[in-house]
């Protein structure tokens, strides 16, 4: 790491290194053994809860270098999706850009944390209301109809695969966004997204860096059709 990359804003925002380690080894479960999520679910539901208290305070989630990622990634976005899920909404930040990006787009942000999503709730301006809502949610057990989504996207979040896809509808799009690039305790390299996505039936659309995080974009080929 260079001197500036160590004195940048950035880099200064970087979470604990013990919250890091968890946030990677959590991932790792996610992504390559699935099936160990529930082990370790309520401990990660719990950890949230006790975070939710002046999460907006420490983080700053609005800022627009913590959101420059997910920007990025609706940059390469076609179409204009009118129907949004935002996985891991936290404190709501990430599904407020959507409705704002979209105008014509109802968005649903969720998130495993009650007190979170209460957060987000109170952060709603009345311009929006009729068209972005918030719940509880497991990302590995969506409350959703299979394809009921034109675009799920995610920032900061491991990649839950199997639900994701599955409500993914046939055309639509997946953003997998990072606000720190590896750094990001919840990172997932792209290599694995990439081969991840693909071996259930998306296309990788694009990658790449904006601010200073990182972007995964696929796409679902609409039935019978190959993108490109």
Do not use: C
Not at 182 to 198: I, V
């Amino acid at each position: 790491m260079t001197a500036a990359e160590r004195s940048s804003p950035q880099t200064e925002r970087l979470p604990p290194l013990p919250i890091r380690a968890m946030g990677k080894a959590a991932s790792a479960v996610v992504t390559r053994a699935p099936v160990l999520w529930p082990v370790i679910r309520g401990a990660t539901r719990r950890f949230w809860e006790r975070s939710a208290a002046g999460w907006d305070e420490r983080i700053e989630p609005d800022r627009p270098e913590h959101l420059a990622p997910l920007g990025g990634a609706l940059d390469r976005v076609d179409g204009e999706p009118e129907r949004i899920l935002e996985l891991g909404t936290g404190t709501g930040s990430g599904a407020l850009l959507l409705a704002r990006r979209y105008p014509h787009a109802d968005v649903v942000g969720v998130d495993i944390s009650e007190a979170m999503v209460r957060s987000a709730r109170a952060k709603v301006p009345t311009e929006l209301r009729g068209r972005v809502r918030f719940a509880a949610a497991d990302a590995g057990e969506l409350p959703f109809e299979d394809a009921s989504f034109d675009l799920v996207a995610q920032l900061n979040l491991p990649a839950y695969f199997d639900e994701t896809v599955r409500v993914l509808s046939p055309g639509g799009h997946l953003i997998v966004a990072s606000s720190l690039g590896p750094a990001t305790p919840y990172y997932t390299s792209d290599r694995l997204l990439r081969r991840g996505f693909e071996r259930r039936g998306l296309e990788t659309v694009a990658t790449g860096p904006a601010g200073g995080g990182t972007y995964f974009v696929a796409l679902r080929p609409a039935r019978g059709e190959r993108s490109g």
